[in-house]
């Protein structure tokens, strides 16, 4: 009974042996469940035996080769996945900015086409019409200061003239 239990426990290092090769030539699931699965046992069965599990945390550690002579390292996959799931959100985000202008500009379209508000034209007309408007009251406000500036120079002016008549008339 003895030995039918090593032979047996013997079997199915075997089989756990050969899945782990096997998926390490075909860049397969390495992982306990996984390899444990293909092996046909137990995971308990890796976890009892430390040095199985060992080789299988070695192997998924280990660079896989993809047919075109690259190693690619599961690390090096991680790292991809996690850059290709940033870029993801990324574009995500983007995809809502464009649907939330194009969602303004249909809305805008759509607004000035019902004849519900002022055409475009018109409302820009009137604020252009705000705008000169101020800028006029602004023209008047500088004027009328210039013309206070102008009669206040004209009357030093008179006196001056008049101070100079007089003072020409004593001599």
Do not use: C
């Amino acid at each position: 009974m003895i030995e039918g239990k090593r032979a047996d426990s013997a079997r199915r290092r075997e089989r756990v042996l050969k899945a782990i090769d096997a998926a390490a030539k075909n860049g397969g699931d390495i992982t306990v469940s996984g390899l444990a699965r293909a092996a046909r046992v137990d995971r308990t069965f890796l976890y009892r035996h430390r040095d199985l599990l060992e080789r299988v945390h070695a192997a998924a550690n280990t660079d896989v080769e993809e047919g075109r002579n690259a190693a690619v390292s599961r690390a090096s996959l991680q790292a991809d996945l996690a850059h290709a799931l940033e870029r993801n959100k990324r574009l995500a985000a983007r995809v809502r900015h464009l649907e939330n202008r194009l969602s303004s500009q249909l809305g805008d379209a759509v607004w000035a086409e019902s004849g519900l508000g002022a055409p475009v034209d018109i409302d820009q007309l009137q604020r252009r019409i705000a705008f000169l408007e101020q800028d006029v009251a602004a023209k008047q406000g500088e004027l009328e200061e210039r013309t206070e500036e102008l009669e206040a120079a004209r009357a030093a002016n008179r006196d001056l003239t008049r101070s100079l008549n007089l003072q020409a008339k004593r001599d």
